[in-house]
């Protein structure tokens, strides 16, 4: 595992295991009648602080790559670097996406179109969803399934953020 995913996979352990041994469920909880339905498709969806940490933890670890690539250090490269398009197709239906939504993300994350979602593609998809940049389409895309693969109350909290950043982890180590 490289430092980049590395990095995010540790705070994402760590706060994972922290909500996990928690005394209580988030305190955001279903508005009006507490149905378990999930929020409408149009429902603005946020970071809890947690999450917010962890967007962040992305976004600076794409500008740490960034940086070491313009210092003429060789990128890294190889299978256990990206994400096949259809292993990240199995990986969005995991957390409940549409055919229409698998196409959208993966279209979305694949920035140079070469069939696979690179570490550096991933986690700029993740950085995005913080800030100004989550309420883009894609941003939101991907904070519903986030939401969708927890507890759908319209706030991706760290645990989900860690979820969906995990699940990429493994996809990563499966064979294309």
């Given at each position: 595992?490289?430092?980049?995913?590395?990095?995010?996979?540790?705070?994402?352990?760590?706060?994972?295991?922290?909500?996990?041994?928690?005394?209580?469920?988030?305190?955001?909880?279903?508005?009006?009648?507490?149905?378990?339905?999930?929020?409408?498709p149009?429902?603005?969806?946020?970071?809890?602080?947690?999450?917010?940490?962890?967007?962040?933890?992305?976004?600076?670890?794409?500008?740490?790559?960034?940086?070491?690539?313009?210092?003429?250090?060789?990128?890294?490269?190889?299978?256990?670097?990206?994400?096949?398009a259809?292993?990240?197709?199995?990986?969005?239906?995991?957390?409940?996406?549409?055919?229409?939504?698998?196409?959208?993300?993966?279209?979305?994350?694949?920035?140079?179109?070469?069939?696979?979602?690179?570490?550096?593609?991933?986690?700029?998809?993740?950085?995005?969803?913080?800030?100004?940049?989550?309420?883009?389409?894609?941003?939101?895309?991907?904070l519903?399934?986030?939401?969708?693969?927890?507890?759908?109350?319209?706030?991706?909290?760290?645990?989900?953020?860690?979820?969906?950043?995990?699940?990429?982890?493994?996809?990563?180590?499966?064979?294309?």
């Open positions: 595992m490289t430092p980049l995913i590395s990095g995010l996979a540790s705070v994402a352990s760590l706060l994972f295991n922290a909500s996990s041994s928690g005394s209580a469920k988030p305190s955001a909880s279903g508005r009006g009648s507490g149905s378990t339905d999930l929020p409408e149009s429902a603005q969806i946020t970071l809890s602080k947690e999450a917010e940490a962890l967007s962040g933890v992305a976004s600076q670890s794409v500008s740490t790559s960034s940086a070491r690539a313009m210092a003429g250090r060789s990128a890294l490269a190889g299978s256990g670097n990206s994400v096949s259809e292993n990240f197709g199995e990986l969005l239906t995991r957390f409940g996406a549409t055919e229409a939504q698998k196409e959208q993300l993966t279209a979305g994350f694949d920035a140079n179109h070469d069939g696979k979602i690179s570490q550096d593609e991933f986690m700029k998809g993740l950085g995005d969803t913080s800030g100004a940049k989550g309420s883009s389409e894609l941003s939101q895309a991907i519903q399934l986030m939401d969708q693969g927890g507890n759908a109350n319209g706030v991706v909290d760290g645990k989900e953020f860690a979820k969906f950043s995990m699940a990429f982890v493994a996809a990563e180590r499966r064979p294309a």
